[in-house]
């Protein structure tokens, strides 16, 4: 298992339930036993959830594993299956599960600066959360879930929040621009700035300190966010959320083939036999979808294992199953939202309950008249009856 | 005992949630079995009457951790603490729920309103 999050995790679950009894190797380049991540932006950002709340593994949980954590694999050899790692180990293997993630985007050249954050890991969360209750003004750099979220709760930690955002309407690619509109309202609602239809230009440092260079390479503090429309706003913290991406660098020549991570059948199998990629780094062939889908969801994570853990061990003698519709949730200043199904498949969208106004909608999206996505803001029962039908219609 | 709803008015693949506290639900499965749960996720404030109905299985409307309907237990994360089961009888046509003595597994946001006090 080269991975230790959620997709490792649910991965090393499924071994065992489905009766494997051998030797389990779990590989993770994170220091910490799998964490849950949705909240890092939600409640253990907002200080109401503690890092113990965040822990996945159960107190009686024991999977008779061998947990090599702080390593990162650095390859993978074909010929005698095994993972390599940064320290020099190899860890040989009869099957390997990849689930090694993604890493947070960053601007380019914003590295150095201090007070300049993203959002991914444990330890991202706990160092975003100690500089956000020093207060101040903070500009998130992309108006997306995780840009969203980390703006509504520094807003109630009592930050001063703008959001920047380069498309003209948030979230137009996992929602749909009319329900990114009216989801994207929330910000403006609770006072938060949203600027959209506008790129970032750089960042700059603080001038006092910005001609000293810190033992760390640091060159001094972010004090401004530059717009490409010349404007600049002021800041003390600044988050970049744009984004991810799946972290395969260690399989390039490895003969595993990789497309917009690793790319992968139905079931989870990658272009070598023995080896299977589930999670964030995953590209599997969706077939409701018609087409390669790289899921970076929690649900995705929890549930694809499964399927890819029945294919190594049956060596590819299982008819994948039609999987769910992809699903994802957000929590953004009190208001539950959530989305199942494919945005950019559908043709119209139409409220179906709820309003605009009221921050209550519940949103079927259609292609062809054909219900292909819901979204819900605040509607988990309608929402859920809505995603139980998509499912039941596509299998 | 506590009377629920009439076994007439609770289709196959519904819930009924009682207005107790801490809220019970009861399910009455595809397969026509009655099952008593407490009605709260214990990861996050959310009903499981809302939640998606399968088997012996609900999962939570939110985040989708899922409980085993007849046991309480955790099948699937992020909730880690089962559910309390009841018992269910139904009488002259009437779904009966007998509480549990067991402690509550309440949700941390929860857990710590209660321990706040009302509000």
Redesign the interface.
Known sequence: MVGAS?AGLSAARSLRRQGFDGRLVVIGDELHRPY?R?PLSK?FLAG??GEA?L??E?DDEDLRAQWLLGARATGLDRAERAVRLADGREVRADGIVIATGAVARTLPGSGSLAGVHTLRTLDDARALREELASGGRLVVIGGGFIGAEVASTAHALGLDVTIVEAAPTPLAGPIGAAMGGIVSTLHGDHGVRLLCGVGVKGLRGDERSGTRVSPDGARGRVDAVLLEDGRSISADIVVVGVGARPCVEWLEGSGVELDNGVKCGADGRTSLAGVVAVGDCANWYDPRAGAHRRVEH??GA?ERPDAAVATLLAGGAVEPGVPRPP?F?SDQYGV?I?FAGYAAAADSVAIEAGTADDRDVLAVYRRAGVPVAVLGMNQ??L??RW??QLAAAGS | MIPACRLADLPRGEAHRLDTDPPVSVFHTDEGELFAIDDTCTHQD??LA???LEGCEVEC????SKFDLRTGA?D???A?LAVRTHEVVVEEGVIQVRLSAAAPNPP??VA?RLAGGPG
């Open positions: 959620l849950d949705p409640e109401t959830l709340d822990a996945l159960t929690w649900t929890r699903y949730w539950k959530q988990p029962r929402f859920t995603r139980k | 959310a009903s809302d939640g998606w409307p939110l985040h989708a955790v699937s994360p992020p880690k941390p946001c710590a």
